[in-house]
């Protein structure tokens, strides 16, 4: 099995979803893989005090956290949250960008993963069943 740094990606420049992300990191929880090799980490842009409260008393020994004040983009924070793990000593095969409107509902999704997982390819992505963001953009479309 590989060690898979999975991490959640979070956003309240414009709306608050506490409780989203309250479910949504409990899916992770909830996978059939070994607890021994992941590592949830949610990395969040412009994060109210009242998130960052309510999810460190939630997961306060699950989960490393990684806030951002500046407005980067999503794809920045990943990496720059690959950056701060690797320099605090913790070591992973893979690292995984989840979304935060991505919910697990499937228990196998990081058994899976590891399946296709290879060193032949640099990037692996799945479709998700539902997107919000896609679904904001197609509904903009239509108006």
């Known amino acids: 099995m590989k060690n898979i740094?999975?991490?959640y990606n979070i956003c309240e420049l414009r709306?608050?979803?506490?409780?989203?992300?309250k479910s949504h990191l409990e899916s992770l929880f909830s996978q059939n893989y070994p607890n021994s090799n992941y590592k949830i980490i949610v990395s969040g842009v412009g994060v109210t005090n009242d998130t960052r409260d309510v999810l460190k008393t939630e997961f306060k020994n699950?989960?490393?956290?990684?806030f951002y004040n500046d407005p980067y983009k999503?794809?920045?924070?990943?990496?720059?949250t690959i950056d701060v793990i690797n320099?605090?000593?913790?070591?992973?095969?893979?690292y995984m960008?989840?979304?935060?409107?991505?919910?697990?509902?499937?228990?196998n999704c990081f058994e899976k993963i590891n399946s296709y997982s290879s060193d032949e390819y640099g990037i692996?992505?799945?479709?998700?069943?539902r997107?919000?963001?896609?679904?904001?953009?197609?509904?903009e479309m239509y108006d």
């Open 97 to 107: 960008y989840i979304a935060s409107d991505v919910n697990m509902t499937n228990k």
């Open 62 to 66: 699950n989960i490393n956290f990684v």
């Open 5 to 7: 740094a999975v991490i």
């Open 74 to 80: 999503s794809a920045l924070t990943f990496n720059k």
């Open 87 to 94: 320099e605090h000593g913790f070591s992973f095969d893979e």
């Open 124 to 129: 692996i992505q799945f479709q998700v069943d």
């Open 15 to 21: 709306n608050k979803n506490t409780q989203m992300y």
């Open 131 to 139: 997107d919000c963001g896609l679904r904001s953009v197609n509904e």
